[in-house]
């Protein structure tokens, strides 16, 4: 086991350990199981525990009446983890759509296979920047694609463009909650879960707003689009520093860069009619009259709608400076790239410290456990993977709870770890002399 001020990290199979957790002990679950879709030649990614019931439901033993889960999918099999989930017990509320722009598609040119399969020999293969040759393959750098072939004739130049794969560019999160005990506001009230974080995980903006109907009385400004802080009666220009409603699409800067380019410079309203329940219609008071609601007025790219979350280089290997540098096919991975990653290939498959295959950005992590956990709340990762929930949860200032059966990650989880308390102990330093 791995403790720590902050963090508890238990090492085992997550059906072992998650029935020793109390009951309702637990206030979000964010976490990244796997996609079971044997990636890398790892058998951990292939167990089919992600679509296990039997630990869904322990996972809804341990959280609290309210309480969130974010479970990532793979897009080909995140459907069986959703029913498993629900099988649970669990309420299924939405899906959020992860989307980015560096994936890359592993496809199989039809055209090349139909040559194959006839007996048509390669002329050679693709040259690279080092001098040497890509080798066939479905690897990172080695795909069918870079193998060079004589032009298609007959069937092969009909099939010529065809593959059988899409671009990777998105993955789905399972939202759920565990059912409420009574009202929303009484789960809350007791157990302290049941709700999102919509203000704190708002999308952050400084742009003025023009005109429209502002009020000082607060429950209508409750019913506004853009929630609380509409509180001036004047036409003046109005800056809504809380930001835009979050929505169930997040981007990395990649994506968002790409979409603004699509979508070019765009104009919102200035404001939006709608019924309002606080200004009763004379003839009929329970149905409200129209009225304008203040609506942004602002430009922009389409990406200013959505978080976009935000990757850093140093972050997978942030706080693991005393681990060594290993390759990834040192580890055991099959990802086509030759013995040890050595020789021509050695650039694509560099050394570093945090081997491991699927490491989520930290800036996405502390999006998601900050919407779904409540302040001073415990996070539970029943799949740690490298620690990414773990140091997004300590760094927004939650406990965390996480279990990992692979312990050549060990090491990794507990470097990242004790650098997010080492990170978040100097913050919490600064912010106390800016008050003396």
Request: glycine letters at 12%.
């Amino acid at each position: 086991m791995l403790k720590g001020e902050t963090y508890t990290v238990h090492i085992g199979s997550n059906l072992d350990v998650l029935p020793t957790l109390e009951d309702n002990s637990i206030d979000s679950i964010v976490t990244d199981p796997p996609y079971e879709l044997g990636f890398m030649g790892k058998k951990w990614d292939s167990s089919g525990i992600a679509y296990s019931v039997e630990l869904w439901k322990e996972c809804l033993r341990v959280l609290k009446p309210g309480g969130h889960l974010l479970s990532f999918g793979g897009t080909r099999t995140w459907h069986r983890v959703a029913v498993a989930i629900e099988d649970a017990g669990f309420e299924v509320r939405d899906s959020i759509a992860w989307m980015y722009g560096s994936g890359f598609p592993k496809s199989l040119d039809v055209s090349k296979a139909i040559q194959k399969a006839s007996g048509v020999e390669p002329i050679g293969y693709r040259e690279n920047e080092n001098g040497g040759f890509y080798g066939e393959g479905s690897g990172w750098n080695a795909t069918p694609r870079q193998l060079f072939m004589p032009e298609p004739e007959g069937i092969a130049k009909q099939w010529e463009g065809w593959g059988t794969a899409l671009k990777p560019a998105f993955e789905p999160i399972v939202v759920a909650r565990k059912p409420l005990i009574g009202t929303v506001a009484e789960n809350v009230l007791t157990h302290g879960t049941g709700a999102l974080n919509i203000d704190g995980s708002r999308i952050g903006t400084t742009d003025n707003l023009n005109g429209g109907r502002y009020s000082d009385n607060k429950q209508e400004q409750d019913s506004q689009t853009y929630g609380a802080g509409m509180n001036k009666r004047s036409a003046e220009d109005y800056s809504q520093p809380l930001g835009r409603w979050p929505a169930n699409v997040i981007l990395d800067e990649y994506s968002a860069e790409i979409l603004d380019e699509q979508t070019g410079e765009l104009k919102a309203a200035t404001s939006r009619t709608a019924r309002d329940k606080h200004v009763p219609m004379p003839n009929n008071p329970q149905l409200g009259d129209l009225v304008k609601h203040p609506v942004y007025g602002d430009t922009g790219g389409a990406s200013r709608f959505f978080y976009v979350a935000k990757a850093s280089k140093r972050d997978r290997n942030e706080g693991l400076e005393e681990l060594p540098a290993i390759r990834a096919s040192a580890m055991g991975y099959d990802i086509g790239l030759g013995e040890a990653g050595e020789g021509m290939f050695k650039d694509r498959n560099p050394q570093k410290q945090n081997f491991h295959p699927t490491v989520k950005p930290t800036d996405l992590m502390r999006y998601l456990v900050k919407l779904v956990t409540p302040p001073n709340g415990t996070v539970l990762d029943p799949f740690t993977g490298s620690g990414s929930t773990g140091k997004a949860a300590i760094l927004e200032g939650f406990r965390f709870v996480g279990i990992e059966l692979t312990e050549d990650y060990i090491p990794i989880i507990e470097g990242r770890l004790k650098h997010a308390e080492q990170l978040k102990a100097e913050q919490q330093d600064k912010e106390k002399e800016q008050l003396f």
